[in-house]
């Protein structure tokens, strides 16, 4: 008899929104997204949802919130290679660009491999209608609620459908 490894593969959209300081101004998502997968890092907080279905070989895709630069569109997806807690203090720097923003340090640690930007960012407006995440909610005309939170699972056939509009 074969075992098999029983446990799917989770696939997770994490949400990179905008860095607000008072003294720095506003960093769109998009750059604070990029800061971070340049550096392979990304972090959750306590509260941020999902973080269960988080280990390492869960897929990623990187939605960036707003209305800036690549707005509503989906840029990105990796694997998680290490999930820890707590969020070492070393780790800052590549986490956040302390010279141009700010943001609340995580809680959780997700280093990242294999990374790849899209060559076509992905429109989320193009996706609710194709998506199964979105087909199965009731209101789809407040979508935007789903997707709050900092992350949100989708099925492995949404993920495929992401990717498939990327090239």
């Given amino acids: 008899m074969v075992l098999k490894d ?7 959209v994490v949400t990179a929104s905008d860095a607000v300081s008072m003294s720095l101004g506003v960093t769109p998502a998009y750059f604070v997204c990029r800061h971070r997968l340049n550096n392979n890092i990304w972090g959750f ?3 941020t949802r999902c973080k269960r279905y988080i280990s390492q070989g869960t897929k990623l895709i990187f939605y960036i919130s707003g209305k800036r630069n690549f707005g509503n569109t989906f840029i990105a997806e990796a694997e998680v ?10 780790d800052l720097s590549r986490y956040m660009d302390e010279n141009k923003w700010y943001c609340d ?13 899209f060559n076509k960012p992905v429109n989320i407006y193009d996706m609710k209608e194709k998506m199964e995440y ?10 935007g ?3 709050q939170g900092g992350a949100f699972r989708i099925s492995h056939n949404d993920y495929e459908i992401i990717r498939e509009y990327s090239v």
């Fill in 145 to 147: 609620f789903y997707i």
């Fill in 105 to 117: 340090n995580p809680s959780y640690k997700i280093e990242l491999e294999n990374i790849r930007w």
């Fill in 6 to 12: 029983l446990r799917e593969k989770e696939y997770i």
């Fill in 81 to 90: 290679a290490d999930f820890s807690y707590p969020f070492p203090r070393r």
């Fill in 45 to 47: 907080n306590l509260r």
């Fill in 134 to 143: 979105f087909l199965s909610k009731k209101k789809i005309r407040n979508w």
